[in-house]
């Protein structure tokens, strides 16, 4: 499979499987570069019957000639990235690619901790956040106030750094939320026995991209979460905070939009959702729990379980233009094997007006009612599927019908976990933009 510097992004709410996705263009990958998101994000791996979850590490890190750079735009929390380290060691694969960028900032404690607590005051008006302090470690990054990973190398720096940070958090957490105080010595032997880790990891971000670049390998720009999470383009304010979408990995990697040849975006043939928000085609009762439980639709960070509804081809067309998208990737169509019926939202329904597009306001869109379609199930298992004459014809109706309704070829579908359990329809680089869009 040709490769040459690609962004592959989520197209629904996250968890769409795009570390399977990833996983596979990272076979013909030289860089897989991580650019937004932190520890709230998650995928899981199957290889060889073995199940890894990462959090920060990319899943090209399965290739040992692969670098996997861990980018800019990305926020570290260096103790969860290090029991990735060891996992990874203790399953006897190679990291000598992991790549980590010295100007990444760094989740500390006392982000965590506000980030609960927050969340926790909210009440009934809460986001439904991971609680691993990424919303405050962005907040410090934006207020010129954070600690980024290159002050973890040096024990002056980072006192230096720490001082105003700690004091003005240990106020908060004290006299807002009635939290016991944070040590400033704990902190910083913590977090420097960390750096110390870490160092052998350490490179320039940018540098190290741009000079692949010049030297003609191909790039693999991983994203975090999904469209609908991206804190200027998504269902704000549920959402997450950073630029999930294909333009912040110019920013997140540090590089011009004229490097980046192609945008895949991945998403379930169906829908789901983590945590708060709108969510137009969520199911309620058997069917919902029947998707759950297929699907494993339990979160890789939280283990919460998620929302589950039919496929919404409002908020698919608008990940379309959003991002730019080549063309698309489907997973887990498997997981619709046992229906009679299968729907598909088609246009939303507003205050008695019918519209196709996704409102920019989260009231509104909390009002849509969904206007389906409804298809065929074809009551037959695919997993067993590798080319798409094996497909029985009313999934391949399905697949037909969301390609057209979205006006993007389908490049990919997945049929489970596993790496074989997937069909190459073209290549999803350079194949020409036709997969699927027959009637």
């Known amino acids: 499979m040709s ?43 199957v290889v060889e019957n073995k199940i890894l979850k990462l959090h920060l590490i990319p899943s090209g890190i399965l290739y040992p000639e692969t670098i996997c750079l861990i980018g800019s735009g990305t926020v570290v929390d260096p103790k969860v990235m290090l029991k990735e380290i060891d996992m990874l060691l203790e399953n006897d694969i190679d990291i000598s690619g992991l790549q980590l960028s010295s100007t990444a900032h760094v989740t ?13 005051k ?3 008006k809460k986001i439904g956040t991971t609680g691993r302090g990424i919303g405050p470690t962005y907040s410090d990054k934006a207020q010129r106030n954070g600690i980024r990973v290159i002050d973890l190398l040096d024990e002056q ?49 940018t540098r190290t991209i741009h ?5 003609k390998k191909n790039i693999l720009f991983e994203g975090a979460q999904g469209t609908l999470l991206d804190l200027d383009h998504g269902t704000y304010p549920y959402v997450t905070s950073s630029n999930p979408v294909s333009g912040g990995a110019c920013i997140g990697a540090g590089v011009g939009p004229t490097l980046i040849d192609r945008v895949i975006g991945v998403a379930k043939a169906y829908t789901t959702r983590v945590g708060e928000g709108p969510f137009p085609t969520e199911l309620e009762g058997s069917i ?20 589950c509804g039919w496929f919404d081809g409002v908020i698919g067309k608008y990940a379309v233009q959003v991002n730019g998208l080549d063309c698309l990737a489907i997973t887990k169509l498997d997981v619709l094997d046992e229906l009679n019926e299968i729907k598909v939202c088609v246009a939303y329904q507003l205050d008695g007006i ?18 389906f379609k409804s298809l065929s199930g074809w009551k037959s298992s695919t997993a067993d599927c590798r080319k798409l004459e094996d497909l029985p014809e009313a999934a391949m109706a399905y697949l037909r019908f969301l390609a057209e309704l979205m006006e993007v070829p389908i490049a990919i579908v997945s049929l489970g976990a596993n790496r074989d359990q997937t069909i190459v329809v073209e290549d999803p680089i350079h194949g020409p933009k036709r997969a699927l869009l027959s009637s």
């Open 211 to 215: 000079q692949a670049a010049r030297n």
């Open 157 to 205: 720096k980072l006192r230096d750094r720490i001082k105003i940070p700690l004091a003005e958090k240990n106020d908060v957490l004290q006299k807002i939320f009635g939290k016991t105080p944070l040590e400033e010595t704990e902190i910083l032997s913590e977090y420097l026995e960390y750096g110390k880790r870490l160092r052998p990891h350490i490179v320039d971000c």
């Open 354 to 371: 019918e519209i196709e597009y996704f409102p920019s306001s989260s009231d509104d869109f909390s009002r849509c009612k969904p206007i």
């Open 288 to 307: 919902n729990d029947q998707l759950c439980d297929r699907g494993g639709e339990y979160g890789t960070t939280t283990g919460r379980k998620r929302r």
């Open 3 to 45: 490769l040459a510097n690609v962004v592959v992004i989520g197209a629904q709410w996250g968890d769409e499987g795009k570390g399977k996705i990833t996983d596979l263009l990272s076979r013909s990958a030289d860089v897989v570069v991580r650019y937004q998101g932190g520890v709230n994000a998650g995928h899981t791996i």
């Open 108 to 120: 500390m404690p006392y982000h965590r901790l506000l980030d609960q607590a927050m969340e926790e």
């Open 122 to 124: 909210r009440g009934d």
